[in-house]
């Protein structure tokens, strides 16, 4: 079945480290989306990317990068540059041919980040 | 700037009928959808409009009027398993056309 994985589901990092979470699609789609959610707020778009090898910032992109070296491909690293990391951690695709993706997101199952 | 207003949380009883309100400033807008996200779990996708009136999905309708920047999620014939937080979002040009997300309202159906 095509869908978007995300590994792992939770992550333990220490003050000053650098973490990557992994987002892999199967699902063909030419846009992938980061997400950053808190407890009972909404969600907050870290980078996007609509086709490979091409990244954007979105709303909150500081202590985060990102790279799409593959289609199905968008890892997401948190550098000790971003204070507040603990959150949960959305990816998302789309395809990107479709302007507005009437279709929605696909989202994937998300991964838990916790400073300790 | 974009922002977008829901109420932060709605109660109802199983069987019973809930309206979800949104209202959106944006720079331009594309259209609304409307997200489900269970606790812990993804959001997934309910439902999209671009253009005013009422889209009905089973026991979920979603309606639009972008003279008044508005709309709702209507949820007919509660269960237990509607619990959940519920997200509107608007596509704007903004992000390459990309969605930004409410804050969520949290419904509790209740026995």
């Known amino acids: 079945d095509g869908g978007i994985t995300q590994s792992p589901k939770y992550l333990f990092r220490k003050e000053g480290q650098n973490v990557t979470l992994s987002c892999e699609q199967n699902?063909?789609?030419?846009?992938m989306y980061w997400y950053r959610q808190d407890p009972g707020q909404g969600l907050r778009l870290i980078y996007y990317s609509q086709i490979v090898n091409d990244f954007q910032k979105g709303d909150i992109a500081e202590g985060y990068s990102v790279s799409r070296e593959k289609k199905e491909s968008f890892p997401l690293t948190v550098t000790s540059a971003q204070k507040n990391p603990t959150a949960f951690y959305l990816c998302?695709?789309?395809?990107?041919?479709?302007?507005?993706?009437?279709?929605?997101?696909?989202f994937g199952s998300g991964t838990r980040l916790t400073v300790v | 700037g974009q922002s977008l207003e829901q109420p932060s949380e709605v109660t109802a009883v199983e069987g019973a009928i809930v309206q979800i309100n949104c209202t959106y400033q944006?720079?331009?807008?594309?259209?609304l959808s409307w997200y489900q996200q269970h606790d812990g779990g993804a959001p997934t996708f309910l439902s999209y409009n671009a253009l005013d009136g009422l889209e009905e999905t089973g026991r979920f309708s979603s309606f639009l009027s972008r003279s008044d920047s508005y709309g709702y999620l209507l949820l007919q014939e509660l269960q237990m398993k509607d619990s959940a937080s519920y997200f509107c979002?608007?596509?704007?040009?903004?992000?390459?056309?990309?969605?930004?997300f409410g804050p969520g309202t949290r419904l509790s159906v209740l026995p």
């Open positions: 979002a608007v596509s704007t040009p903004l992000y390459g056309q990309n969605f930004v």
């Open positions: 699902l063909n789609h030419d846009a």
């Open positions: 944006t720079s331009g807008f594309y259209g």
């Open positions: 998302a695709s789309s395809q990107g041919d479709i302007h507005p993706p009437g279709n929605g997101y696909t």
